[in-house]
């Protein structure tokens, strides 16, 4: 299907790191596309134009976690939905499916869009000493923060350990 990506996987190799590298150059690429500028500025409104960076990080990543229902890719497989194909189910049916890697992609792209510096992160998070899950790491103009727009209520996990593109 059309915006849907299968990454390479390597069977029995750790892929973390080219999956991380994969959606950092993806971010880079779909938050300089002028549709994902204009899909962003209509998810901000036009009271939040002219508020923080802050402000736009929150409106954003409110609208990912609302719009994008979590579903895992199956085992031994990585699929990632292009920003353009996640935006456009929002648009026609009010949300999109995907796994941690698309939150953070469409995340990443939005902001990206804004001109907010965004890095794809990679945690341990269910045990087994593989990294298993993707977060974002965002510039709010002072210091880098965690954000993870998968986790829809309550705190973020603890991110001791990352691996960063």
Known sequence: PQGLIRLPLTEGYP???PIIAWLAQLSVQFGRDPVVRQFTEAVLG???GNSSVLRQIDAVASFVRSSVR????PEGTEYVK???RMMREIQEQGYTIGDCDE????LNSMLRSLGIDTKVAGAKVFGGGRWDHV???VWDGRQW???DP???AGPQYGYRERLVA
Do not use: E, G, R, Y
């Open 70 to 73: 979590f579903v895992q890719d």
């Open 46 to 48: 036009p009271n939040i």
């Open 150 to 152: 998968s986790i829809k």
């Open 135 to 137: 977060f974002s790491m």
């Open 82 to 84: 292009t920003p353009l």
């Open 145 to 147: 923060a965690d954000v």
């Open 15 to 17: 892929d973390a790191v």
């Open 103 to 106: 939150h953070v992609l469409l």
